[in-house]
């Protein structure tokens, strides 16, 4: 497992921008993919969006196709979520995952999929 940092959460208004990163903490790792979840209180952690390393495959929910993109920094392992247009139902922890087992187009919308999991950022959208 590899411990995993998010930065870039903070309190924007409807209709703002952020960019979320996620980055290893100590060194650089290889993995398969690496996903975006969200869990806001009293609710169970979703899917948000994912990436592959190699090829840089994307998947997105349906909530935030359109607005969010995912894009990652092979050479840093770093990952970054460019959230435009944000909604109060979009504030939440959002938390990055890493896992290096090739997965497909529905398992790697899963929690169960990853193996290492940053401490989350709070991202909060304000009407």
């Given at each position: 497992?590899?411990?995993?940092?998010?930065?870039?959460?903070?309190?924007?208004?409807?209709?703002?921008?952020?960019?979320?990163?996620?980055?290893?903490?100590?060194?650089?790792?290889?993995?398969?993919?690496l996903g975006w979840f969200r869990?806001?209180?009293?609710k169970e952690r979703e899917f948000?969006?994912?990436?592959?390393?190699?090829?840089?495959?994307?998947?997105?929910?349906?909530?935030?196709?359109?607005?969010?993109?995912?894009?990652?920094?092979?050479?840093?392992?770093?990952?970054?979520?460019?959230?435009?247009?944000?909604?109060?139902?979009?504030?939440?922890?959002?938390?990055?995952?890493?896992?290096?087992?090739?997965?497909?187009?529905?398992?790697?919308?899963?929690?169960?999929?990853?193996?290492?999991?940053?401490?989350?950022?709070?991202?909060?959208?304000?009407t």
């Amino acid at each position: 497992q590899v411990q995993l940092v998010e930065s870039g959460g903070g309190l924007v208004q409807a209709g703002e921008s952020l960019r979320l990163s996620c980055a290893p903490s100590g060194r650089t790792f290889s993995s398969y993919a690496l996903g975006w979840f969200r869990q806001a209180p009293g609710k169970e952690r979703e899917f948000v969006a994912a990436i592959t390393w190699i090829g840089g495959r994307t998947y997105y929910a349906d909530a935030v196709n359109g607005r969010f993109t995912i894009s990652r920094e092979n050479a840093k392992s770093t990952a970054y979520l460019q959230m435009n247009s944000l909604k109060p139902e979009d504030t939440a922890i959002y938390y990055c995952a890493a896992t290096g087992v090739a997965v497909n187009s529905r398992v790697i919308r899963t929690t169960r999929t990853y193996e290492s999991w940053g401490q989350g950022t709070q991202v909060t959208v304000s009407t």
